[in-house]
């Protein structure tokens, strides 16, 4: 069974920084494409950066240039690294696993508030 478990969120000021991490287990981490999606409040679930097993990337354009997505395949983890937060990157962060044919596997989530 797949588990991908988030942390890492909390509260920031605007124009802080926070690393999110999610950690997958029971799978081939590192044959998978990983990302992660954002949902504010009273909002659909969006995209924010993914990263697929040859270390390719792709941003929203909302955060190119302010958040890096980042994965160590040894430790089963993926990472966002997001600097120059701002009041509008408050949401549920979620991390996906995207499995091809297979059912994508999502975790739980982690919350980031972006306030002073």
């Known amino acids: 069974q797949v588990q991908l478990v988030e942390s890492g969120g909390g509260l920031v000021q605007p124009g802080g920084s926070l690393r999110l991490s999610c950690a997958a287990s029971g799978s081939i981490f590192s044959m998978f494409t990983m990302g992660w999606y954002r949902q504010a409040p009273g909002k659909q679930r969006d995209l924010v950066a993914t990263i697929t097993s040859f270390g390719g990337t792709n941003y929203a354009d909302s955060v190119k240039g302010r958040f890096t997505i980042s994965r160590d395949n040894a430790k089963n983890t993926v990472y966002l690294q997001m600097n120059s937060l701002k009041p509008e990157d408050t949401g549920v962060y979620y991390c996906?696993?995207?499995?091809?044919?297979?059912?994508?596997?999502w975790g739980q989530g982690t919350r980031v508030t972006v306030s002073s």
């Open positions: 996906k696993q995207a499995r091809g044919r297979l059912p994508d596997v």
